[in-house]
């Protein structure tokens, strides 16, 4: 069964850094398309990163370098380096990976509970 | 980057009612595009992936349709537990891109 577990969420100060990990079962993480989402207080979703299986990284234009995804192969998890905070991060940040079907490559198909980003100003 | 319009924000339906949504994107996507629907509190969930295939387990009531730039999402006849919000995604290369969701509430 696939499962993904976020972490790492805290409260932290404008141009802090905050590292989020997603533990993931039931694949191997470097098989898999990873996608970071995130969903401020009362707001829509919003695409924040993602991994492909090739290691390629891309990330939305306003955290780009700031934000930056890699994998921890040995834990199986995929890891979220947030540097220079800023009070609009402040988000529930959701990891999610792709189907194992050809037909849902590259969807958020299964996806973790998330974790709660706060960053006072 | 291609755009995502969601439309409407918000609507107000009854039990039984056939609600529409739409989704234009700015250029072609194929039909890379997905439905979520999300209640309060909870992790969102996929309903619709590939713009028409049903994901496994969710009610045949929801239906969606559409390729290139144009895209709907149809419930029906509108169920209690259906009252939520609802996001278009397209993934089509990167940057993915959600709708600015619609709001599905009771009349």
């Known amino acids: ?121 | 980057d291609i755009q995502m319009t969601q439309s409407p924000s918000s609507l107000s339906a009854s039990i039984g009612d056939r609600v529409t949504i739409t989704c234009r994107a700015s250029q072609g996507i194929g039909n890379y595009l997905a439905w979520f629907q999300q209640k309060p509190g909870k992790v969102p969930k996929l309903l619709i992936y590939a713009a028409s295939s049903l994901q496994s387990g969710v009610p045949s009531r929801f239906r969606g349709s559409g390729s290139g730039t144009d895209f709907t999402l149809t419930i029906s006849s509108l169920q209690p537990e259906d009252f939520a919000t609802y996001y278009c995604l397209k993934y089509y290369g990167v940057p993915q891109t959600f709708g600015q969701g619609t709001k599905v509430e009771v009349k």
């Open chain 1, 1 to 121: 069964e696939v499962q993904l577990v976020e972490s790492g969420g805290a409260l932290v100060q404008s141009g802090g850094s905050l590292r989020l990990s997603c533990a993931v079962s039931g694949f191997i993480v470097s098989d898999k398309y990873m996608t970071w989402v995130r969903q401020a207080p009362g707001k829509g979703l919003e695409w924040v990163s993602v991994m492909f299986r090739n290691g390629t990284t891309h990330y939305t234009d306003s955290v780009k370098g700031r934000f930056t995804v890699y994998r921890d192969n040995p834990k199986n998890t995929l890891r979220l380096q947030m540097n220079s905070l800023r009070a609009e991060d402040t988000a529930v940040y959701y990891c999610a990976t792709d189907g194992s079907d050809a037909s849902t490559w590259y969807v958020a198909y299964s996806w973790g509970q998330g974790t709660l980003v706060t960053v006072s100003s």
